[in-house]
């Protein structure tokens, strides 16, 4: 069993940055990825961003350039650095985690809000 804990979400202007933390806890499994997906009132979950065991990544076309996925093997944690922070990526930012052992199974984590205003 896997336990995600999420920090670094809050309020800030256009133009700002914020650094969104997820630390996974517990034991007996193997992290493959870990990622962020946000959600927005009123539209689906969308995909911000992956990283593998191997420091692979994936990113929405989107972001890309303003947003950096990262990864700390030995602590389990997973970072996204937001820079050029916009109104439009106001949402709760959920924290993503696959493990492959003993079995395939996805976590969730509780979900930060962060807000930019304009």
């Known amino acids: 069993q896997v336990q995600l804990v999420e920090s670094g979400g809050g309020l800030v202007q256009a133009g700002g940055s914020l650094r969104l933390s997820c630390a996974a806890s517990?034991?007996?499994?193997?992290?493959?990825?870990m990622g962020w997906y946000r959600h927005t009132p009123g539209k689906q979950l969308e995909l911000v961003a992956l990283?593998?065991?191997?420091?692979?990544?994936n990113y929405t076309d989107s972001l890309k350039g303003r947003f950096t996925i990262s990864r700390d093997n030995a602590n389990n944690t997973v970072y996204l650095q937001m820079n050029s922070l916009k109104p439009e990526d106001t949402a709760v930012y959920y924290c993503y985690v696959r493990s492959d052992y003993p079995r395939r199974v996805n976590y969730w984590g509780q979900g930060t809000q962060v807000t930019v205003s304009s």
């Open positions: 517990g034991s007996g499994f193997g992290i493959v990825i």
């Open positions: 990283i593998d065991s191997d420091n692979n990544t």
